[in-house]
């Protein structure tokens, strides 16, 4: 086996490669940028190297740069983890050049499946069924608008070596086809170093899934069950689960069979996925192959039992499969929620900053299921503007997929992240939807319930009254830490707490008493009570306790006369007052927010790529102002309705923060 490899990678991957070689006793080298000194990919490794600057493009992306930290540590192999070089035919063969092993598929593997644009010709020559579409090199954004006329709208625009979200549109008319073209190449340059594009079919209301395969260097091809990956925003995935609700047996083993006889036919040896695009009758049409590790792959692992780290090592080193088709079992359900540092009420734009707070849940066993978080920072880190914006892959396994989801929003509940925006609340939410329990998914989800965007959701009901409890239990244990501060003057009788809590909670309000009995506080509500047991302090960003012997979870946070609360995909300001303070606190009048109509604010951290308009220049809704680029995405910003230019405040490179003006209006 090797003694040492090579990790050209960064973030959780490179930290989750980090784990693996070190249960099979082999040494890791890490590289890293200049934005990466500090992080935990680097501490973990057994050695350190730097190899550039902090954009991708001078430092991880450099084969040469890669190669030469190999050879100056003697790793004997590289894994690329995903992204970067992992699809790149030219590393692969570039490190086979040097003798150095490159822990994925073969060069002519990734040639034949890594590119977009080939791999779909390889699949029809293969006779697997593909989305109608234009194959060839997509020179203009005239020459993509006729194409698109004729497939019919809508219609996909996506990078031929891209990859994550990165490079991809949807077009519903030629205007948009036009636009999404730049946009696309943009970004394919930006990120793959590769402007090429393709276009085709966008099918309607389809659900995304895929077969993740096991190849050797010895003619030996496996499937391990397929992921479902239809929560997506920007056609990037947020929510991936295993197996799919969807499949029944026939299905699973028709796709399975489909996908394994494609990589055979291109003598794939390594971990790879195929990926399908599925109608909701069960009918599947072949996407693309990802030639690499999926940022997924941990609920395949989860419910295989499967390191597929380490499978990728072993074929790596030559070793034959030692597992067979027959071997493979699926146990259970497994589900993982990405945590992005990113902004949901904001449509999901990045955002950048330290982590102030991080406290991930605790992994291993909870009740009948497990706990896992693949995460590559740490409580003090900094999340830049210059790499992808995932923190964390939370994973929960358990017996059913029902059980996988409670324990997947338990978990939520318990992760607490401050210092930066991040999309737990969103996650958190879609764990309670109705339409997710219930499986009937589609990648236009987020579209279809969330129409008019997110926004922190209001508890109700049963929702409610939890957190209602929770906040007034806190109160209890902040007036108990009040009875003990040190050096307080005596009085003629001892200070007295009112028992009766009132506790508005958004626009509800409910009214307690507060009683210990034994060890635990009981909160008598009208026509209920509730028995609350905790050891929570005040300070502490999670809430960990019972209701009536019910395990629960809520994020708290101190606010004025409360706590702010989040819990079950629902978040609200609890004050907690005392009978006399609640009829005071109605009288006091409300702060109103301030009018920004009337300026063009930064949306996320970022840098401005261009501005689109002059001063004294008259724009119509919907014509663009400005492009702001972070975390390697190109976003357009938009006037909302018809307004004439008045300053603008910004130029072209300027790096702002969130809600930075950019222009205001007359």
């Known amino acids: 086996m090797f003694t040492k490899i090579l990790i050209a990678n960064r973030g959780e991957i490179a930290c989750r490669v980090i784990k693996t070689a070190r249960r099979m006793g082999i040494r890791t080298v890490a590289v890293y940028s200049d934005a990466d000194r500090d992080a935990l990919h680097v501490e973990m490794a057994d050695e350190a190297v730097h190899i550039g600057a902090a954009p991708a493009a001078q430092s991880y992306l450099l084969i040469d740069k890669i190669i030469e930290a190999c050879k100056a540590t003697g790793a004997q192999a590289v894994h690329p983890g995903y992204g970067f070089l992992s ?74 070596a891209g990859g994550g979200g990165k490079g991809m549109r949807i077009a519903h008319s030629s205007g948009e086809v036009a636009e999404g073209f730049a946009r696309a190449k943009s970004e394919a340059a930006s990120s793959f170093g590769d402007d090429r594009v393709f276009v085709e079919k966008f099918i309607v209301d389809p659900r995304h899934i895929e077969i993740q395969v096991l190849g050797d260097k010895h003619g030996n091809v496996i499937y391990l069950g397929e992921r479902e990956c239809s929560i997506q925003r920007r056609n990037q995935k947020v929510l991936e689960e295993a197996p799919s609700p969807l499949l029944d047996e026939a299905t699973r083993k028709k796709m399975g069979e489909q996908a394994v006889a494609l990589a055979k036919a291109v003598n794939y040896d390594s971990a790879g996925t195929v990926e399908f695009v599925a109608g909701q009758d069960k009918s599947f049409y072949f996407l693309e192959m990802n030639t690499r590790l999926q940022v997924e792959h941990p609920v395949t692992e989860m419910i295989t039992g499967i390191d597929l780290v380490e499978q990728m090592i072993r074929v790596a080193y030559g070793e034959t499969l030692a597992i067979t088709q027959a071997d493979v079992k699926l146990d259970g359900w497994a589900v993982e929620s990405r945590v992005y540092a990113e902004d949901p009420t904001r449509n999901f734009l990045p955002s950048t900053g330290r982590l102030v707070t991080y406290r991930p849940p605790s992994e291993g066993p909870d009740g009948e299921a497990m706990v896992r978080n693949d995460t590559g920072v740490f409580e003090g880190g900094e999340i830049s503007i210059y790499y992808d914006p995932m923190i964390a892959k939370l994973v929960t396994h358990a017996p059913t997929r029902e059980a996988a989801i409670k324990a997947q929003a338990r978990a939520l509940d318990a992760f607490a992240i401050d210092g930066i925006r991040h999309n737990i609340p969103f996650v958190a939410a879609v764990m309670q939807h109705p339409r997710w329990i219930a499986g009937n998914l589609s990648t236009g989800f987020i579209a ?82 509730v028995s609350v047991v905790s050891d929570w302090v005040p300070g502490e960003p999670v809430w960990h306790g019972t209701l009536d012997g019910v395990k629960v979870a809520a994020q708290v946070r101190p606010i004025l006369n409360g706590v702010a609360l989040g819990h079950a995909g629902a978040y609200a300001n609890a004050h907690v007052y005392t009978q006399r303070e609640a009829e005071l606190a109605a009288l006091m009048p409300e702060k109103v927010a301030a009018d920004t109509g009337k300026f063009l604010l930064c949306p996320m951290p970022g840098l401005v790529k261009s501005i689109a308009v002059a001063v004294g220049q008259e724009v119509k809704a919907g014509e663009p102002l400005a492009m702001v680029e972070a975390m390697k995405m190109e976003n357009v910003l938009r006037a909302e309705k018809d307004v004439t230019v008045a300053k603008i405040l910004a130029k072209e490179g300027d790096s702002l923060a969130v809600d930075a003006v950019i222009m205001e209006f007359a």
Request: hydrophobic fraction near 40%; proline fraction near 6%; aromatic fraction near 6%.
């Open 87 to 160: 699809e790149r035919e030219a590393f692969a063969q570039a490190l086979k050049d040097n003798g150095i092993v490159f822990i994925g598929p073969n060069p002519g593997a990734i040639a034949a499946m890594g590119d977009k644009i080939e791999s779909k010709k390889a699949a029809a020559a293969a006779k697997v069924s593909t989305v109608p579409g234009f194959l060839g090199i997509i020179e203009s954004p005239e020459h993509a608008v006729e194409i698109a006329d004729e497939i019919g709208y809508p219609v996909m625009i996506k990078a031929s």
């Open 448 to 529: 279809e319930e969330f129409p008019e965007g997110f926004s922190l959701p209001v508890p109700q009901g049963e929702t409610a009254r939890r957190m209602a409890a929770i906040a007034i239990a806190c109160d209890h244990r902040m007036n108990q830490r009040k009875r003990h501060v040190s050096a307080q003057m005596e009085g003629w009788r001892k200070v007295s707490f009112d028992r009766q809590r009132v506790v508005q909670l958004g626009p509800e309000r409910f009214e307690g008493e507060v009683t210990e009995q034994g060890g635990a506080v009981v909160i008598a509500f009208p026509g209920h009570s």
